[in-house]
């Protein structure tokens, strides 16, 4: 089983549509993080969480909300989407990894595709 | 701020070697990471430099030099599975570590 989910992992809607991307994780890390990525641009951040309390706003954000339902689960929602919001989008979590060095290595889920029309 | 420079794409054959190169410019430096990226899957965990040197794992090793501003993924006997795109990332240092990531280099292994 993976340890990352994402749901759904495609998803077409319209303009002006409520939208809500889930992640779950079970990697039993305290970090967790919302990416999109566009062609030619890179990952970009758009929310980071440290724990159920802690909710950051990254370099994207407007336009979208987040929700830390648990240690395990953050969820990304597009309010009123709109068309460049049309991204792949990806959760990714962090926190200490066993071994000498800490890391905080960050792992991604497998991604959701939204097409906004 | 961080600004991360990496080559857009690179070509490479069946069993050679190739060199990918990362330069970065940034307001504080706490590691670099190396994820490797198929088209439309998720990114995956390379390897992870904080000191000077070489880290070696397997097939990959990372490079990286501080003083420079410089790391580079050394990938050898390419296979065609490792066509794909490199992704460089620098954690900046502060209360949160966020990673910066640089646009990638796709890679293309041919026979």
């Known amino acids: 089983d993976a340890d990352v989910t994402q749901t759904p992992r495609n998803r077409i809607t319209k303009t002006g549509k409520r939208i809500m991307l889930e992640c779950s994780q079970t990697?039993?890390?305290?970090?967790m993080y919302w990416y999109r990525q566009d062609p030619g641009l890179g990952l970009r951040l758009i929310y980071y969480s440290f724990d159920v309390k802690d909710i950051n706003k990254g370099e994207i954000s407007d336009g979208y909300s987040v929700s830390r339902q648990a240690q395990a689960k953050f969820s990304l929602s597009l309010e009123s989407a709109i068309p460049n919001q049309t991204a792949l989008y990806f959760c990714a979590t962090s926190g200490r990894d066993r071994g000498f060095i800490d890391t905080d290595t960050q792992y991604f889920g497998p991604g959701t595709r939204l097409t906004v029309l | 701020g961080q600004n991360i420079d990496q080559p857009t794409e690179m070509t490479a054959t069946e069993g050679a070697i190739v060199q990918i190169n990362c330069t970065y410019q940034?307001?504080?430096?706490?590691?670099l990471f190396w994820y490797q990226q198929h088209a439309g899957e998720a990114p995956t965990f390379l390897s992870y430099?904080?000191?000077?040197g070489l880290e070696e794992k397997g097939r990959f090793s990372s490079f990286l030099s501080r003083s420079k501003g410089y790391s580079y993924l050394l990938l050898k006997e390419l296979q065609m599975k490792d066509s794909a795109s490199y992704l460089c990332?620098?954690?900046?240092?502060?209360?949160?570590?966020?990673?910066?990531f640089g646009t990638g280099t796709r890679l293309l292994v041919s026979p």
């Open positions: 990332a620098v954690r900046d240092l502060g209360g949160f570590q966020k990673l910066v």
């Open positions: 430099n904080v000191l000077d």
């Open positions: 990697k039993g890390h305290d970090r």
């Open positions: 940034t307001s504080g430096f706490n590691g």
